[in-house]
């Protein structure tokens, strides 16, 4: 895969669309030959069911993935410093 993303581009998907901003799903195509290496988009998940495009993974899904993450974490030291104070 990362050998191909140097020899690719995208185009806009003619038949799906994202669940996050309904624009097309960005499709990837080799450009040497014009083969479609992927048109399944991006898990929207968990900010929604379904597909999206590459532009919001990268500005909505990872960021809420990572505040997801980051808030999990906190609760977790949160339980560390309570134990911690109650000795
Ligand atoms: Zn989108």
Do not use: F
């Not at 929207?44 to 590459?54: H, I, K, L, N």
């Not at 919001?56 to 808030?71: G, H, K, N, S, Y």
Request: glycine fraction near 4%; hydrophobic fraction near 30%.
């Amino acid at each position: 895969m990362k050998n191909n993303l140097k020899d690719t581009h995208r185009i806009p998907s003619d038949t799906s669309t994202c669940v996050i901003c309904s624009e097309p799903i960005d499709v990837i195509v080799r450009t040497s030959d014009d083969k479609v290496l992927w048109d399944g988009g991006c898990n929207a998940e968990p900010v929604a069911e379904g597909r999206c495009c590459s532009y919001c993974d990268q500005e909505v899904v990872i960021p809420t993935r990572i505040q997801i993450m980051l808030a999990q974490r906190r609760s977790e030291i949160d339980k560390v410093v309570k134990r911690e104070k109650s000795k």
